[in-house]
Structure formats: C-alpha cells, structure tokens
C-alpha cells in the first residue's frame, strides 16, 4: 500500500509540474539569476583572487543538483520551492564570508544601507545622463561625471559631444572656434585643410569654451589671457587626448582643440616624405664629428615645422647624445631628451638668455622653437664650428627667404653663414585615399610641360566616390574628401665651404646654383617625385607649391555621428 501511495505522489508531483505553468515559469525564474551570479560573476571572482576555483564551482552545482532536487521531489511544491532556494543561497553564503575573510580590506562586499544607496544613485545617473555618449578625464586625471539632465550644464555637454565627435570621426586634427557677428564661427582642419562646419549661438558658444577651460584645469574667469591645458576624452570614438587653447580679445572669446597632437607629430625621420637622396645628404650631421654648426629648417605655417623638428632630433640617439630643447610650449616629449619650456612669466630670464644657459652645459644637439628676437639668433651663431647642432625653425616659404632671415637676424654676416651646414624647407601634401584614387593616361604635351619622363604611362587624381552596387557613394575611408592622411616634400640645400664663401660674398643666387649643380632636388621636383608614384596629385601640387588667394574655406564633408542619441 505505501508503495502505491508514494508512486501516486510522485506521479502527482509530475502532474501538478505540467498542469500549473506558474511552477515551471518560477523554478526557471529561480535558476537563471544564480547561473548568470555563478558563471559571468563568482567563477571570474574565484580566479582572480585564488580561491580554489574548481572546489567553489563544484558546492555550487552541488546547491544547484540539491535545489532542483527539493522542487521536484518534494510533494507540495510551495514548500520545495523556498527550499530550493535556500540551498541554491547557501552555497554562495558560504563563498561570500570565505572571500571576504581572504581579500583585501578594500575589495571586501557588503551589504548595507549604504551600499544599496550606492547602487540606486548610479542607477539614477544613469538614467539620467542617457543620451550622453562621451565622458571626460579632466587635467588631474579625475574622470568627471556627466552632468544630469536637469542639470543647466548638460546641453553644453551634448554640443561638446557633437563638437568633438564628428571632427574624429572625420580625422580632423583641429577644431576652432572664433567669435563672429551673429555667433562663433566653427571650422576643423582635416589633412591639412580647413572646412567649415555649421556656427554656434553666441551663449551656446561662450559656454562651451567655459567648459573646455574647466576640464583642461584653466582660469575660466579669465577671458583675455592665452591659456594652454590638456584633457581626455572617452567614447564610442575611442580615447583621445584634447589640447585646449583659449584666448580672448575685444570681439570675444576664441578657442583651439587639438586632437592628438602628441600623436600626430610622432612621426620618424624616414616617415616624413624625404626622397632617398634627401635622406642621404642629411646622413652625415648625424655623425659626431659633423655635428658643429646651424641647420635651418623651414615651412610656412601648418606645413608640419614642429614636427619636422622633432623628427630631426629622434635621428640622434638620445643615450648616447646630449639633447637639449628650448621651447615656449613643449608639444612633444621624446625619450632621453633634455626638454624645457621658456617660462615668459619670469621677467628676469628672456629666451636669448635662456639659451645661452642651455648652451653653457655642453649639449650635442639643440633644438629652439623659434627666433623671433635677434639676441636669440646671435646666442645661437656664436658657437659656430666649435658648439653643438643647432637646429633653428624659421617660418618661411623656401630656403633662399631662411637664409636671408638668418642673416638679417644674426647682423653678422660672417658669423651667420661660417657654420652654416644645410637650409631645409618643406611642404605637406595631402595623399590620396587608397580606396578611391583614379587612374588616367597624361597626354604627351602634359609630360613634356612638367618635365616628367616619358616613361610615365599613369598618374593618380581623387577620386571621393566608390560604387556600392549600383549606386555611387562617398568613399568610406576618406568620407568623400579623396584624400587619407599627408606626406611632406622637401627642397634640401646642403651648403659646402664654396657655397657659404659665396653666400658670405653676398652671392645667394651663386651659392643656390652651385647647391644645384650638386644634384640639389628643387621642392617642386620632390613633389612631382610624389604624384609619379601615385602618392598624391597634380591638383594637390598646384594647391600646395602656389596655394591660391586666401578665401573662405570649403564646407565640411558630411561628418558622420559619434552614434544616435536617445
């Protein structure tokens, strides 16, 4: 009899199982949370801090085998069920007081008021501020918290989110702001051009640069005096590090964002677009005994000067050479190099003296960011054959205008050309985008006028536009721009003792001429050098060698957004 009346129970049980669909739907409601506990939380927890992960595991699917056991087997399923529930808890009760007696006092969890008060503030937050897709790292490091919804600074959030997010998207490395008549006018730079994209409410405007000066650690009340800070930024476009630049003047706030900088201007000396001849020439000034004297560099601004002369200074060895800079603002740290930045708020230190400073320490190689004064030019010539390379940027056009400043500025005409050693300057092309360039035929006529072999069987033009299907869309490399990234070319003049005797003979034009005979690539050759390989373009060489007019820029290729905002 008792043996009928257990199958009859169970049977029972089974049928009470398939008949009720509550029962099913709560026993699965009770398993899912602890395997998502166990699997995505407890299993990772055990292994990183070595608390014999196969032994917890091994109570835990016991809990789960006893739990599942209880509902099933248990004849009035109301009571099975809260016991399940309890052994599938014991298990990582058990887990909880072990971990907490092992870990450190900081990675210990507990439950408390506290604890849960936390929990339902970052779940508020974050109701929120949804909608927001980018949060800020400000200058000390500390990540800032995105501003609620209620909040007045949350709209200022969003538009720096629509500020920074396309730029990036675009490739732009600079965006700025300057005030205009009925607002801010907005343009970003991208491979070296600028476009222009839609302006800014004047309050809008005005606010946001508040808030850049806030997160870059800047003086927001101070609104006229130029100030330079740093932030970062976190996203769906990635991590970026933001430079800021503000400045202020009658008609209003102005500022500047660079995107990247620090990785921008990292570029290797063979990287930058010299031609191998150019490579070749510059080899020397490498070796100790050649290093004594001056070698000018040059490029109209943005044409790449800075980076230019970082690049020249990672061609010396930084632990075997003694490199020394002298810069109003470090944009680049490189390792090994000696870097100081001119503090122009100490009135009893000027540049010149400065670097005279620097000189007096027996350096190897010498960068300076500029010589805007004549004092710093003479410190710099003095050494001559006898001090250390001294690379001087000039923001110059071409290398006849670099040595006719450097003279000027130097007022000696001997002592400025007795150690002379190389003029280089420079220009950046934009090069064309992989996916889209065009090829063509150039007609004979076309050869002949720019001087090209007549080998030459093809060039390249942009192309911005690819076919999908049946249909023709922008590029999606170059978002219809037909250009990706930008490479320099270069005219470099290597001066010998006949050239710096006629420059000092007031011989400029002779000494070029003898540079030339020498096997002196002219800036306009190394360029078509660029379009014969299909790097970049003959309307590219145009823009850059003689640019046009100063104009309004172009209007922005249309940037696609960081990601759709609720």
């Keep these: 009899m008792q043996t009928y009346l257990t199958i009859f129970a169970a049977q029972s049980v089974e049928n009470a199982m398939l008949l009720s669909p509550v029962k099913p739907i709560l026993t699965l409601a009770t398993f899912l949370p602890w395997a998502w506990l166990v699997s995505s939380k407890l ?170 000066k806030s997160l870059a650690g800047l003086d927001v009340q101070n609104r006229r005096r130029r100030q330079v800070g740093k932030l970062k930024m976190e996203g769906p476009p990635g991590l970026h590090e933001i430079h800021v630049t503000t400045a ?22 063979d990287a930058l677009g010299f031609l191998k001849p150019q490579m070749e020439s510059l080899a020397r000034f490498v070796e100790p005994v050649e290093r004594h004297g001056i070698i000018l560099i040059g490029a109209p601004p943005g044409n790449g000067l800075t980076t230019l002369g970082y690049s020249l200074i990672g061609r010396h060895d930084a632990y075997t050479t003694n490199i020394k800079t002298l810069e109003r603002e470090i944009m680049l740290r490189r390792d ?11 009135p009893d230190l000027d540049f010149a003296t400065n670097l005279q400073s620097i000189l007096r320490r027996d350096p190897d190689v010498v960068l300076i960011s500029d010589i805007m004064d004549k004092d710093t030019a003479r410190v710099a010539a003095e050494p001559g054959n006898d001090g250390p390379l001294i690379y ?89 721009t037909g250009y990706f990234g930008q490479v320099g070319v270069y005219e470099v003049m290597v001066l010998d003792q006949q050239a710096r005797k006629m420059v000092a003979g007031n011989d400029l034009q002779g000494a070029y001429t003898h540079c030339r005979r020498n096997k002196m690539i002219f800036l306009q050759e190394a360029a078509l050098q660029k ?36």
Excluded at 405 to 434: E, F, M, S, Y
Aim: contains cysteine; hydrophobic residues 40%.
């Design 43 to 212: 299993d990772k927890d055990a292994a990183y801090f070595h608390l014999n992960r196969p032994a917890w595991n091994g109570w835990f699917m016991a809990g789960a085998v006893a739990a599942a056991a209880s509902m099933l087997l248990i004849p009035i399923y109301w009571i099975g069920w809260p016991v399940g529930i309890l052994l599938l808890l014991a298990p990582i009760l058990a887990y909880w007081k072990v971990r907490n007696a092992a870990v450190p006092e900081n990675r210990r969890f507990y439950i408390t008021s506290d604890t849960i008060g936390q929990w339902l503030e970052s779940r508020r937050k974050s109701a929120a501020t949804r909608g927001a897709l980018i949060t800020f790292v400000d200058s000390a490091g500390k990540r800032r918290d995105v501003p609620l919804k209620e909040e007045p600074l949350f709209p200022t959030h969003l538009l720096a989110e629509d500020l920074l997010g396309p730029a990036i998207d675009s490739r732009a490395s600079r965006i700025e702001l300057s005030p205009g008549q009925s607002g801010f006018v907005v343009t970003q730079t991208i491979d070296g051009v600028k476009y222009r994209r839609d302006p800014v409410a004047a309050d809008a405007g005005n606010a946001l640069i508040d808030y850049f």
């Design 248 to 269: 202020g003047s009658s008609a209003g706030q102005e500022m500047r964002i660079e995107i990247d900088r620090s990785k921008r201007m990292d570029i290797p000396f």
């Design 336 to 346: 090994g190099v000696d870097h100081t930045q001119f503090d122009a708020d100490n």
């Design 392 to 480: 001087v940027p000039q923001r110059l056009p071409g290398v006849k205008e670099q040595v006719v400043d450097w003279v000027k500025r130097v007022g000696d005409l001997n002592k400025a050309v007795r150690a002379l050693l190389a003029v280089i300057n420079g220009r950046l092309v934009r090069t064309l985008c992989p996916n889209c360039k065009q090829g063509f035929r150039p007609a004979p006529d076309q050869i002949k006028k720019l001087g090209l072999p007549a080998t030459v069987a093809q060039l390249f033009k942009a192309g911005g536009k690819v076919q999908v299907k049946n249909k023709i869309e922008n590029c999606p490399v170059c978002q219809g």
């Design 531 to 566: 379009v014969v390989e299909g790097v970049t373009s003959l309307e590219e060489l145009a823009r850059v060698i003689t640019p046009p007019k100063q104009g309004p820029p172009p209007a922005s290729p249309q940037p696609q957004p960081v990601a759709a905002k609720s």
